[in-house]
């Protein structure tokens, strides 16, 4: 009998495999601010065959996401441990051969099952403590998606503070930014079982999502403060030298694999 699942552990079931079959489908809330921080600290996180972007190369949108997630079964959604989670990304965009994607840099998730795809995604994901303000229509003790909305948001990792937003809605926008508005462009790499046998895994790979259904974005004032700790440094990697502005919106988008532009 084979043993079978997306992600292991393999059984002849598949049911405790760690992540269920593509595509996956994802409902949440983004908080995002966007800001520029030094090229050179850009420069210094990207592998040497990527350029930096033509245009604002030194811009990073560090995002807050609030998530539910299920594949085409739905079946995780009666069972919310196994759909919710949060994280929060930095991308930056990038250029490849010609072409400008986006980029995750760094990110911390709240779940294991969220650490398994994004390793078959390329993003470079940690667990993480995140927060988010939760904006409800009905009460005093949440924000609405509104003029004069406030929002905050945290980061912590192994117990350290590491990221600190604050948005106040002013108005609609058109977007929510444009760092993270491209494919993304990622690195799979696996270290081979010898100890100095290289990759046995290295690739370059972009994707992106479909059946986007896009709420309204709305954009505001936005403070953002870095913190590093002795286990993570995005204040060091990626510091805040100007705010450009802050974000909210609630999305919806489809995933269901990836292209390979070079297997090395």
Not at 23 to 47: I, K, M, N, Q
Not at 169 to 180: L, R, S
Request: hydrophobic content about 40%; proline content about 8%.
């Amino acid at each position: 009998m084979d043993l079978i699942g997306f992600a292991a552990p393999f059984t002849p079931t598949g049911r405790t495999a760690l992540v269920p079959d593509p595509p996956w489908h994802y409902s949440g809330d983004l908080l995002t601010v966007e800001y520029r921080t030094d090229t050179d600290r850009v420069r210094a996180l990207l592998p040497p065959e990527l350029d930096l972007a033509p245009e604002d190369p030194g811009a990073v949108a560090l995002i807050w996401a609030d998530w539910q997630s299920c594949s085409d079964s739905g079946a995780e959604l009666l069972d919310p441990a196994r759909s919710q989670y949060k994280e929060v990304f930095a991308v930056v965009r990038c250029r490849y051969e010609g072409v400008t994607y986006s980029r995750c840099l760094l990110i911390w998730v709240t779940t294991d099952f969220a650490i398994a795809r994004g390793l078959h995604q390329g993003y470079p994901k940690k667990l993480g403590s995140i927060h988010m303000t939760r904006a409800m229509p009905h009460g005093r003790a949440a924000p609405r998606l509104a003029p004069g909305g406030r929002f905050g948001a945290t980061l912590a990792a192994y117990d350290h503070r590491l990221a600190t937003a604050r948005l106040t809605i002013t108005g609609p926008a058109e977007t929510n930014g444009f760092v993270n508005a491209l494919p993304m462009l990622h690195h799979r790499r696996v270290r081979a079982i010898e100890r100095g046998g290289g990759w046995s895994l290295d690739e370059v790979v972009t994707m992106t999502g479909y059946d986007a259904d896009l709420g309204a974005p709305w954009t505001g004032t936005a403070e953002l403060e870095l913190a590093d700790s002795p286990w993570d440094d995005p204040a060091a990697l990626l510091p805040v030298r100007e705010v450009i502005a802050g974000y909210y919106r609630q999305v919806g988008v489809s995933w269901n694999g990836g292209t390979t532009l070079a297997r090395r």
